[in-house]
């Protein structure tokens, strides 16, 4: 069994504010974040994805690579640009985005960018990566073939729905995928979208009773996390800290 856990989707150099008029370039992106985040925590991660090969993206492969990301699959595009993400940041250190570069090299993903998948690997996804074309298809193609391999999907709508030119288009490939996942994770509110309903425990019971995914996360901030597994829910309380930033 192979227990490497593999992240598709876009890195990200954010520029956040620094409180005196700059902005500091600072790496993210949600599926870069996944993978640096697994490698702390001592597991076996990789980024599979394009940057451009401009300083964004070089800085991005190297930071990833310094956090013992495996990075073999992590493209350079030298026709493309970097994606780049200016941060604001109010009161409460929640964000707003502005994406700066449209279409970023991340949307060019093609087939031939993928690793060969094996039984017992994941692969974790978000909702960006099937915003455009020929990523989208991309996207899915990874999906069925961890599944056909005896692998494992793991699926973050993280929506960004100023990205998508047709709201039913987003819809469509959130379906689409939700159907691949045996992990999902989402936010109280991307819950509400998808499900249609304001009401969390209405909301999480459509979502197993549609797509029956192996766990179903809901984060709530403050108020901690929903987990359902096969079905069943139980609430996870939140540490109580001082946000910096979200």
């Known amino acids: 069994m192979n227990g490497k856990i593999w992240v ?25 974040n996944v993978a640096v985040g697994v490698a702390r925590l001592g597991g076996d ?20 690579a310094q956090e013992k ?7 350079l ?11 604001d940041l109010d009161q409460h250190g929640e964000r707003t985005f502005t994406f700066m570069v449209r279409p970023s090299a991340d949307l060019f993903l093609q087939p031939e960018d993928l690793p060969p ?6 692969l974790h996804v978000c909702s960006i990566a099937l915003s455009a074309e020929p990523s989208r298809s991309t996207a899915f193609a990874a999906m069925e073939a961890i599944k056909r391999a005896g692998g494992y999907v793991s699926f973050d709508p993280n929506i960004r729905s100023d990205l998508w030119q ?4 987003l819809r469509d490939c959130l379906d689409r995928a939700l159907a691949l996942a045996d992990a999902i994770k989402l936010s109280e509110e ?14 999480i019971a459509r979502l197993n009773a549609r ?19 096969r079905g069943q829910v139980s609430h996870f309380p939140a540490r109580p800290v001082v946000a910096v930033d979200t």
């Open 77 to 87: 595009d030298a026709a493309q640009r970097t994606s780049t993400v200016v941060v």
């Open 117 to 122: 998948f094996a039984a017992g690997q994941w």
């Open 190 to 203: 991307e819950l509400a979208f998808v499900s249609g309903s304001d009401d969390i425990v209405s909301g």
């Open 166 to 169: 047709d709201p039913q288009d």
């Open 45 to 64: 991660s990789g980024f599979i994805g394009r940057v451009g090969d401009d300083p964004f993206g070089r800085f991005m492969r190297h930071t990833l």
């Open 211 to 229: 797509f029956q995914p192996t766990l179903l996360l809901v984060t709530q901030g403050k108020a901690g996390v929903q987990a359902a597994l």
């Open 8 to 32: 598709l989707g876009d890195a990200v150099v954010d520029l956040l504010p620094d409180g005196e008029g700059r902005l500091l370039q600072c790496p993210g992106g949600a599926p870069a």
């Open 69 to 75: 990301v495996d990075v073999d699959y992590m493209r």
